[in-house]
T-cell receptor
């Protein structure tokens, strides 16, 4: 199993540009989520999904869109990048039962918006 | 809503000394409790979790944590640290139902010195 994969690892955007951060998992997990990590603030939930076709907002959803057309993929879209979105982004997934208590994290995408 | 407070942003300690990283949480309902570790430029890895039962929980790499319901605390301890334990440590909570996403503390950077 590759686990949770994220691409790209690094990205630099100019203000106003759009892009999509990719996240995929091969563990057949139902729950997937996106977090952003900022110094001194821990990780904050952006959006999450409890299954294909179902998404909902987290703590800091503004400026981001998500969709979940398959169980495996959960892309995060930045519609019009702003310097405040400079951060490290982590995707995570979790199963429904068994090891459902453990959330698996991807390696992160470091985004800089200039 | 839940919240997590990690009282120390940085903890310097000498190699082979004991360490305690403090975590307090606030919630109106029962929660699951977690400690994650993040090594430099990597994603998060689960150290240990408390779901129910014994309040003393043992995790990987010699770490343990004790759940104290009356003090709403879940402090992480290790009797003897190594240089390789240098990392950032995050305490997190999750309610068993509903959103099921993690709420993180702001993190504690453990710096082990020779």
């Amino acid at each position: 199993n590759a686990g949770v994969t994220q691409t790209p690892k690094f990205q630099v955007l100019k203000t106003g540009q759009s892009m999509t951060l990719q996240c995929a998992q091969d563990m057949n997990h139902e729950y997937m989520s996106w977090y952003r990590q900022d110094p001194g603030m821990g990780l904050r939930l952006i959006h999450y999904s409890v299954g294909a076709g179902i998404t909902d907002q987290g703590e800091v959803p503004n400026g981001y869109n998500v969709s979940r057309s398959t169980t495996e993929d959960f892309p995060l879209r930045l519609l019009s990048a702003a310097p405040s979105q400079t951060s490290v982004y982590f995707c995570a997934s979790r199963g429904r039962s068994g090891e459902a208590y453990e959330q698996y994290f991807g390696p992160g995408t470091r985004l800089t918006v200039t | 809503a839940q919240s997590v407070t990690q009282l120390d942003s940085q903890v310097p300690v000498f190699e082979e000394a004991p360490v305690e990283l403090r975590c307090n949480y606030s919630s109106s309902v029962s929660v699951y409790l977690f400690w994650y570790v993040q090594y430099p430029n990597q994603g998060l890895q689960l150290l240990l979790k408390y779901l129910s039962g014994s309040t003393l929980v043992k995790g990987i790499n010699g770490f343990e944590a004790e759940f104290n319901k009356s003090q709403t605390s879940f402090h992480l301890r290790k009797p003897s640290v190594h240089i390789s334990d240098t990392a950032e440590y995050f305490c997190a909570v999750r309610v068993p139902t509903g959103r099921r996403a993690l709420t993180f503390g702001s993190g504690t950077r453990l710096q082990v010195q020779p």
